[in-house]
């Protein structure tokens, strides 16, 4: 579904994507983990051009990522991207900021629109939450109503830069059981995450990310009981793995 293919990103004389290699197939939950820094969350970002990369290509269902910015458009319509941040419009009831994006973007009448945002939020488990304003709602609830407008778009991939990082400890819990379930449906998922229990328990693939490159990639059980660099046992080892 996507391809990497010696992907370059330079901010300046800083290099965050020095050659990155590596694919992601349909129905794949792919983690992304390293440390802070390392260019993972900027691979998600090119993932969908939100950033131009400056060397090699991003391949999407068999084609380079456009440039001209209209068919940038039509290929971001196809990847639903979950940000730290919630981003929701705070002057939007729950229901409204789901359905807003099929009716503008896809041309959804409003009552097929209202219809799918009732069923996403059943799907979220916030179905009492549809006439809810962003500021009634807990960062759990906000960050499951924005997986709930991302799926509104029915993308083909789905692209979590750490969905988690800015919930409290007791609410990350009900955002991963969503993205559990979501995986467990099949969708094709590209996770940058630091929950490392989540990332075992639910990613087909893993690739650990160093200064840029991809250090080691292979299944949860060989990245987290047989890491074969000692970049990956370090880095493992700092955030409480065993290994």
């Given at each position: 579904m996507v391809v990497y293919e010696d992907v370059v990103k330079k901010y300046g004389g800083f290099t965050a994507l020095n050659g990155v290699c590596a694919k992601v197939n349909a129905g794949e939950v792919v983690c992304l983990i390293g440390p802070s820094g390392s260019g993972k969350s900027t691979l998600l970002r090119c993932t969908n051009a939100l950033e131009p990369i400056d060397g090699g290509n991003v391949v999407f269902d068999g084609s380079?990522?456009?440039t001209e910015e209209r068919n940038v458009r039509l290929v971001r319509r196809r990847m639903g991207m979950v940000f730290q941040a919630f981003e929701l419009f705070p002057h939007m009831t729950?229901?409204?900021n789901i359905s807003c994006g099929p009716m503008t973007v896809l041309g959804t009448p409003k009552r097929d629109a209202t219809e799918l945002a009732h069923s996403l939020l059943k799907k979220v488990g916030l179905s009492d939450k549809a006439m809810s304003y962003p500021s009634m709602l807990s960062g759990g609830q906000q960050q499951r109503i924005a997986i709930a407008r991302a799926l509104a778009m029915k993308p083909e991939v789905m692209l979590f830069d750490e969905p988690t990082s800015a919930l409290d400890p007791e609410t990350v819990g009900e955002v991963l059981s969503v993205m559990a379930d979501l995986a467990r449906d099949g969708?094709?998922?590209?996770?940058?995450?630091?929950?490392?229990?989540?990332a075992r328990r639910v990613s087909d693939w893993i690739m650990v990310f160093e200064k840029g490159r991809i250090v080691e990639e292979g299944k949860p059980d060989q990245i987290f009981e047989q890491p074969k660099e000692d970049r990956t046992k370090e880095f493992l080892r700092h955030v409480g793995v065993n290994v």
């Open positions: 380079p990522l456009p729950a229901l409204q969708m094709t998922m590209i996770v940058v995450t630091h929950e490392m229990s989540f």
